[in-house]
């Protein structure tokens, strides 16, 4: 069964730097992109970015460009979103998602991961 | 980049059919047949509904079908039932693998 398990709900402070993670299982890892969608508290989908694992090439939504950085080991299947510095207005859900192979949509996602920023 | 536009809300009646437009740009919609669209119950992640504009994944329902005219994307919901009550967002292809989501659509079942 193909799967992607992301890491647990973080609590974290402005200025504080972060690291979550997504983890595939049950396919070649490094032969399908994987990109990360924000969602709000109470608001819609918005596509941040993706990535190659098999070459680390990486694209960004200009919305989040130098606002978060996209990133993949592919010695363990995992596939990562970083902030430098969160600000309260990240605090968000954040889901990963394998882009299909050969096609455009994405399938399947993440269980999610809960990113709250409070002073 | 700029959200695809779709309506805030939908409704209809049990047994009834809806559709939900999106309308994005040349740069997207109506330059890809690459539209794919997802339901999203309250706290669950979104699931694939529809892909590459019409094609339903194994598992979802022959009531969920998906067309494209020119720079705007449907899915219609035939034979509405209570469980089809989500939020659906679409999602196309923008070029350079980058991509753009709905502003998303809540269905409600009258």
């Known amino acids: 069964e193909v799967q992607l398990v992301q890491s647990g709900a973080e609590v974290k402070k402005p200025g504080e730097s972060l690291k979550i993670s997504c983890k595939g299982s049950?396919?070649?890892?490094?032969?399908?992109?994987i990109g990360w969608v924000r969602q709000m508290p109470g608001k819609g989908l918005e596509w941040m970015g993706i990535i190659y694992p098999g070459d680390s090439d990486t694209r960004y939504s200009p919305s989040f460009q130098g606002q978060v950085t996209i990133s993949a080991d592919k010695s363990i299947s995992t596939a990562y979103l970083q902030w430098s510095s969160l600000k309260a207005s990240d605090t968000a859900m954040y889901y990963c998602?394998?882009?299909?192979?050969?096609?455009?949509?994405?399938?399947?996602w993440g269980q999610g991961t809960l990113v709250t920023v409070s002073s | 980049q700029s959200a695809l536009t779709q309506p805030a809300s939908v409704s209809g009646s049990p047994g009834q059919s809806i559709t939900i437009s999106c309308t994005g740009t040349?740069?997207?919609?109506?330059?890809?047949?690459?539209v794919s669209w997802y339901q999203q119950h309250p706290g669950k992640a979104p699931k694939l509904m529809i892909y590459e504009g019409s094609k339903r994944p194994s598992g979802v329902s022959n009531r969920f079908s998906g067309s494209k005219s020119g720079n705007t994307a449907s899915l219609t919901i035939s034979g509405l039932q209570a469980e089809d009550e989500a939020d659906y967002y679409c999602c196309s292809y923008a070029g350079s693998s980058t991509f753009v989501f709905g502003t998303g659509t809540k269905v409600t079942v009258l």
């Open positions: 998602v394998r882009r299909s192979g050969g096609g455009d949509w994405f399938d399947p």
């Open positions: 040349s740069s997207d919609v109506g330059s890809y047949n690459l």
């Open positions: 049950g396919y070649s890892f490094t032969s399908y992109w």
